[in-house]
Every structure is written in C-alpha cells, then in structure tokens.
C-alpha cells in the first residue's frame, strides 16, 4: 500500500496562532476559553489538564472577578467583546486575522445601508460572530431554495460574504444565483485560501486513492466538507478522530491510501495515523514476500 498524506492536512495559519497562544496564556491563573480554542477533544483535555478552563455562555463571565477570557480563532460578535471588557476580564483576542477581516467588511458594508448576506452555516460559532458586526440583521443561506428564496425590493444594495471554511464551488453556485434577481451586489470572496487549498488538494487526492482517511473532531465543520469533498471521488472514505478509530480491515485491499486533515487536527494525530497505517502497509509487504517465497 502507497500512503500520501495531503501536503495540507491539519492546523491552518489562524489555528495553529490560536492554540500556540493559549498555551503562552496557561501559565497564568484563572484562563479561559469562549467556546473550545479548536473542534479537538484532545487538544481541549490537555489545555484543561494546564488549567484553561472553557465557558461557552457569557453569563458564565458574569460571575467572574477575574482573569483572561480567550477569543478563539473563530471570532465573536462585537457584543461578546464589549462585555467581557465591561465585567473588568483580561481580553486577549485569537481571532483569525481573516475572520476579523469580514467582521471589517460586514460592519463597514451594512453600516453604509447595504444588506448582509452571509454564505454559511447560521448556527456555527464564526457565523454567529459575523453577524454580531452587522448593524443591520443580516441574512444567512446556505442553501439554493435558501438562495431562490431571497425576495428585497429592486432597489436594495446587497452585499455578499462568506463563510471562511465554506465550499468555493458551492459559493460560486449561490452567488450566481442571487447575482441573476438584479440586485446592486458587491461580492467579496472571503472564503479562506487554506480552505480552498485543502478542499482542491483532497478532491485530487481522492480521484486517485483506493481509499481516504479524513481526520478531524467530529464537530469540525471543515473536517466535514472536506469528508463529503473526498467521498464524492472515492467512495471508500473514512471520517475518524484519532487512530483509535481505524478498523485495520477496510483497508485489506487498498493500493493507493491517502490521508488528510481539518484544520483542527494537530499534527501528532496525523503522525499517529499515518504511522499506523506505516506499520499495517509494511506487515502486508512483509506477508507478501513470505507467500512468495513459500510459492517457490
Ligand atoms: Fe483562519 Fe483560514 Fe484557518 S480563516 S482559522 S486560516 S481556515
């Protein structure tokens, strides 16, 4: 068995700045997270082992005297922001600088009097945060009928952002289809290059694999699209969180494996994985050799 591991796989540039900075922050006392730093169990459970501690409501910082709230790489609405300042909390901000940069165009944008429409997913957190720096409640479709759905009066100014981990070709798809209503439209593609790259890397990765490991948390909304990217191409796909949850049988048969990751996945566990699969590729050379020479 062949392994390639996507050159893309695991921590992205915000990622990898948010975790390295909770760990510079854990020596402190009384640090905590908004929400998880990544979609990583494991991560999570060694930053808790070093103290930091996660809340996921700000009703939860209420209560607190002091400390150093986190801001994750997702980012959070304006209104998060000002209160953890108001409570008298230490802010430090992880917010990808990518993601702080639709919060710009979004504030900016709908301050002038345009209306919002966010590419996304409305319930995951990076969303929620967008649409905490409209001034204007925003629109949020994921979908085509969410798309087709779309009736403004003729004369409304529009202007359309995206989710950084969401789908190109999808993006591309729900513009056009808004773009054709005639509306004033200013389309900023703020879907990030790491995604992008990622989700084209896997799509060829699959086209010639036998058979794919996606690793990722379950919740990781990148790991997912990349796992529907990869099944598309190859239908022997496998969504898994760590090696643990390999089953060495599904890959019996395989020539081509290949191996990538969501943006949350730290590199020890891709290390991990594909040392596993190392090992199961070598044991079948291994047994190989030995059929031959016991065929003579
Ligand atoms: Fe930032 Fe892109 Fe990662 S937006 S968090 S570098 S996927």
Redesign the pocket.
């Known amino acids: 068995m062949k392994i390639n591991i996507a050159k893309s796989a695991g921590f992205?540039?915000?990622?990898k700045r948010a975790v390295d900075t909770v760990y510079k922050e854990s020596s402190k006392k009384n640090v905590y997270t908004f929400g998880p730093i990544i979609h990583n169990d494991e991560v999570v459970a060694d930053l808790e082992r070093q103290g930091v501690h996660v809340i996921n409501d700000s009703e939860d910082f209420k209560s607190l005297s002091e400390g150093t709230i986190i801001i994750r790489?997702h980012g959070v609405s304006k209104a998060i922001y000002d209160e953890i300042l108001n409570a008298g909390l230490d802010l430090v901000d992880a917010t990808?600088p990518?993601?702080r940069k639709i919060h710009r165009i979004v504030e900016r944008e709908s301050g002038d009097g345009r209306v919002i429409i966010i590419i996304g997913n409305n319930h995951h957190p990076e969303v929620e945060g967008i649409m905490g720096w409209c001034h204007t409640h925003p629109i949020v479709i994921e979908n085509r009928e969410q798309a087709e759905g779309i009736e403004l009066d003729a004369d409304t100014k529009i202007s359309i952002v995206s989710q950084?981990?969401f789908n190109y070709n999808k993006f591309q798809d729900l513009v056009e289809i808004i773009s054709e209503k005639g509306y004033d439209i200013n389309v900023f593609n703020t879907i990030?290059n790491?995604?992008e790259e990622r989700q084209t890397e896997v799509r060829e990765l699959a086209k010639k694999s036998d058979a794919m490991i996606v690793i990722g948390g379950r919740h990781s909304s990148?790991t997912q699209k990349l796992f529907e990217i990869s099944k598309k191409e190859c239908s022997n796909t496998f969504y898994i969180q760590t090696k643990n949850d390999l089953n060495m049988e599904d890959f019996s048969n395989i020539g081509m494996l290949g191996i990538t990751a969501g943006?949350s996945t730290p590199n020890n566990i891709i290390k991990e994985v594909h040392e596993s699969m190392a090992e199961m590729s070598f044991d079948q050379m291994l047994e190989e050799s030995f059929k031959t020479i016991r065929n003579g």
């Open positions: 992205c540039f915000g990622v790489s990808c990518f993601v950084t981990t990030c790491a995604t990148n943006a």
